[in-house]
């Protein structure tokens, strides 16, 4: 059995450990804030912390989405929901001692450029008024290249963000058309002109391979076109196919989705692309050129992992604003209720709107780090006392057969990712995964492996 074959299981993304199917210690709105002030008065004068506003609404359904989203053309929906938005924010400043230092702040959607610039303005003033920022602080949205305008670019610059990120995943229209997203190449060199115009200074573009329909030569003519344009990173994503989640993705069947080696050739033809038009690969599933933050963090070892996905700042406060945002304390974590009205509701009744949570055990907070230092640097190892708990034992013998395939160096107290195993980046961390192994899901809930 070849490798792809092998460990095309379902595997966590781990954007989190433990990851949020088991979690299983939700605290209190009380024991939530306190944690979160712990954690905020020992980091906010040192690193700052970070901050995600999700914003679910699209004006239509892109059916490989897996995000939580509203689907909807009326507007008038933008108001009612900043105003649950800032009065979230309002619960979180009352319990700071001082004044949040904004290291980083993320639009995230949804379709943030759904909210007109106006609207945006009206949050993004209510949201920075009463804390601090500097040069240093990395402010970023997402953006659909068919209704970003040039106020909208003016509008976020003006509040100090330099960063977009399009999604664009596929410029092939069969592959369009299946997905129900569209955009135009010269859409999206549009955008990127007005915005560099405008004065940022980092452009991502989001691409997904494993789409239905994608094939190795339209795929390749795609990043070329990207290419072109040579943002500062992209994004490289597999599609996540979970029609048990997201009912949208059943708009095509799996004989239309490539897979397995023929779905990983696709990942090989944009690595090699990549690679030899000068990027450099960060972390899973990214590219960066070597002045772009995200490389250079990664070189210096202080590239993090997150809700966000891959970060250039190490940040131990995210605090989630929005429907079905998640906050990390570090030693905790809380999802918001997933529905708008719901959570609408319950934050005008002067409450957070905690869904769900988790309080981390010792045990999680060491594996966690392990799980990290995998993510963001292809290695760890547990030397120090601090950095070892009993569950490393299991660790090490499910590495075995890992180490034999190749995919990892291994001694006693530390594994290397090798180059074959980078691909298999999510595999490995399973093996650290000790809620996982002490109770395997009974029914699929992860995408697979590739």
């Given at each position: ?108 959607g949804g379709t ?118 040579k943002p500062d ?104 209720i997933k529905t ?111």
């Amino acid at each position: 059995m070849n490798l792809v074959s092998k460990y095309n299981v379902p595997v966590p993304r781990y954007t989190s450990y433990p990851t949020v199917p088991f979690w299983d210690h939700t605290p209190t709105e009380g024991e939530w804030l306190e944690i979160v002030s712990n954690t905020f008065q020992k980091t906010n004068s040192k690193n700052g912390i970070s901050l995600y506003i999700h914003l679910p609404f699209c004006e239509s359904l892109c059916t490989y989405c897996a995000c939580n989203t509203r689907i909807t053309v009326n507007h008038a929906v933008e108001i009612p929901y900043i105003n649950a938005l800032i009065k979230e924010w309002k619960i979180y400043l009352s319990n700071f001692n001082e004044k949040p230092v904004i290291r980083e702040l993320h639009l995230g959607g949804g379709t943030p450029t759904f909210f007109s610039a106006e609207n945006l303005d009206k949050l993004l003033s209510e949201i920075l008024k009463d804390t601090n920022h500097n040069n240093e602080s990395e402010f970023s949205f997402e953006g659909h290249p068919s209704n970003t305008t040039k106020q909208h670019l003016e509008t976020l610059f003006k509040f100090g963000f330099k960063r977009i990120s399009l999604g664009i995943q596929d410029y092939d229209e069969k592959v369009q058309d299946a997905i129900n997203r569209f955009q135009s190449p010269t859409e999206v060199e549009e955008v990127v002109k007005h915005a560099r115009l405008t004065g940022y200074t980092s452009i991502n573009f989001d691409l997904v391979y494993g789409l239905p329909f994608q094939n190795e030569n339209g795929f390749r003519e795609t990043i070329n076109k990207v290419l072109e344009v040579k943002p500062d990173r992209i994004a490289l994503y597999s599609y996540a196919h979970v029609p048990w989640l997201k009912p949208g993705q059943r708009k095509f069947t799996e004989k239309d989705l490539p897979v397995d080696e023929v779905k990983q050739n696709l990942y090989k033809i944009g690595k090699e692309l990549f690679l030899k038009a000068g990027y450099k690969e960060v972390g899973m599933d990214h590219f960066a050129l070597e002045n772009d933050l995200l490389f250079t963090s990664a070189k210096n070892g202080t590239l993090h992992r997150n809700f966000m996905g891959y970060t250039p700042h190490h940040t131990e406060l995210l605090i989630g604003l929005g429907a079905s945002s998640i906050s990390d304390a570090w030693g905790g974590f809380i999802q918001n209720i997933k529905t708008v009205e719901e959570y609408q509701k319950t934050i005008d009744n002067g409450h957070l709107a905690i869904f769900k949570g988790h309080i981390l055990t010792e045990e999680d907070t060491t594996i966690r780090k392990h799980i990290l230092n995998l993510m963001c640097n292809g290695y760890t190892s547990w030397q120090s006392k601090e950095d070892k708990c009993d569950e490393l034992y299991f660790v090490l013998d499910r590495l075995k057969l890992l180490k034999k395939d190749g995919l990892v160096e291994l001694s006693s107290n530390e594994v290397k990712i090798t180059e074959t195993g980078k691909t298999f980046l999510r595999n490995i961390c399973l093996c650290f995964d000790a809620r996982y192994w002490a109770k395997t899901p009974e029914a699929k809930i992860f995408s697979s492996a590739i």
